[in-house]
């Protein structure tokens, strides 16, 4: 269910932002394309390095505090999608003692949950179609989400408050609606998800 408002994703996506800090750039991750087979086996490199570092930085988190926290995925281009959920859902407390703890972490492997990269089309694609069904049972200001609207990986596109019907999501209009769209927003949940935006990203 598109369950995360537009506000909270762009909140919890900057707690993490002292843990990134201003530390070095992520790498770029050449291709074969970009100097043959020699560059290739070079950004093969480069991105298993990264996604150890990545794999670090996680680890460090589940460590202090949130045991729950998921491996960033790793995507073409260098792009990082995270489990930006498990952040926002942290108390204060914990999120103060994982940028103490795993700042150095996060900013060597270039992890900056704040950075979130744009839904790529598999995930637009499907929140197009969840919002379609919900204008046309009764939510008419539900917009379709492009490459930039807010996401929340796992959990899909948020809603904004001037889309929430009056009475919020507890409303009988807004339930009529998510029980008869409630496939297509299934399939825009499981086109957020880790596995898929790290192979449609």
Known sequence: MRNAT???????ALLLAGCAGPGPAAPAVPTAAQGGAVSGQAGQATASGRA????????????HGIPSYSDPVLASGGRVFSDLRSIQDAPDATISAIQQACGTLAARAGLRPQDEPPAPPQLVQAGVRAARCMRAHGLPDDRDPTAQSPYTPGHGFGMTADEVP?????????????????SLLDDEIRASTLGSLGRDG
Do not use: D, E, F, N
């Open 6 to 12: 537009y506000i909270a994703a762009l909140a919890g």
């Open 166 to 182: 009056s009475g919020g999501k507890a409303s009988p209009v807004y339930q009529t609606a998510a029980h008869a769209c409630r």
């Open 52 to 63: 150890a570092a990545l794999h670090a930085a996680a680890q460090c988190i589940r460590q």
